[in-house]
């Protein structure tokens, strides 16, 4: 699905519930955010055809859990490039090469994006922002209704999720694209419900 110009999104349902959305900047170059698992590859590279997008030159996740990269491998056998934070090493199951560290800035063709560390879920967790668009690429750090993401597994820390949902606030995004379920619109609602995130974290 297009959500602007050069930024797509591909949001999974119950067939795909175990695979993270993926999102796409294609602004001549392609790079691939969260390609999510093997299982959703087929139907990601199809629904990316029909799109017009050819190859990925670059796949960044914003955390190492599986459901986010999996097929990060079946993307680099195609020669794209894998960016991430390394520190999400600690907590993944599978040894990547980190092809570019990723800095605060990087630029597709003409659509800059600043990275943002949003540790939490995970220690090396990133947030991609597309200020052109005011909408920001989350991957598990909050959900629909400001669910915030999961606290309680191996590599998470409470506290950092807190001050991370304060970093995001921050941004005064338009859109909020999680890692699942729906997108999020609106800068009023979303500042509410970042609100009541906060709240619940008792930042």
């Known amino acids: 699905m297009k959500l602007f110009e050069g930024v797509y999104a591909y949001t999974w349902g119950r067939a795909f519930r175990d695979s993270s959305n993926c999102y796409v900047i294609a602004d001549e170059e392609v790079a691939v955010i969260d390609p999510g698992t ?14 017009g997008i050819g190859e990925a030159n670059y796949v960044f996740n914003t955390h190492l859990h599986r459901d986010h990269c999996e097929s990060n491998v079946l993307f680099a056998e195609r ?12 907590v993944s199951q599978y040894r990547f090469n980190l092809d ?4 605060k800035h990087f630029i597709i063709g003409n659509t800059g994006i600043e990275i943002l560390r ?14 052109e668009h005011s909408a920001a690429i989350t991957g598990d750090l909050i959900f629909e209704n ?3 993401g999961r606290f309680d597994i191996y ?3 409470k506290k950092e999720l807190a001050r991370s949902i304060e970093k995001l606030r921050s941004l005064d995004a338009e859109y909020i694209l999680p890692g699942h379920g729906r997108i999020m619109r609106g800068r009023e609602g ?7 995130t906060a709240e619940l974290l008792h930042i």
């Open 38 to 51: 093997f299982k959703s590859y087929t139907n990601l590279r199809g629904l990316m055809r029909n799109d």
């Open 79 to 90: 020669g794209a490039l894998l960016g991430f934070d390394s520190k999400d090493m600690a």
């Open 100 to 103: 570019i560290k990723l800095g």
């Open 118 to 131: 949003t540790p939490g879920h995970s220690p090396g967790s990133l947030t991609f922002y597309l200020p």
């Open 146 to 148: 400001g669910v915030p």
């Open 155 to 157: 590599g998470s820390d």
């Open 190 to 196: 979303i500042d509410a419900m970042l609100e009541a």
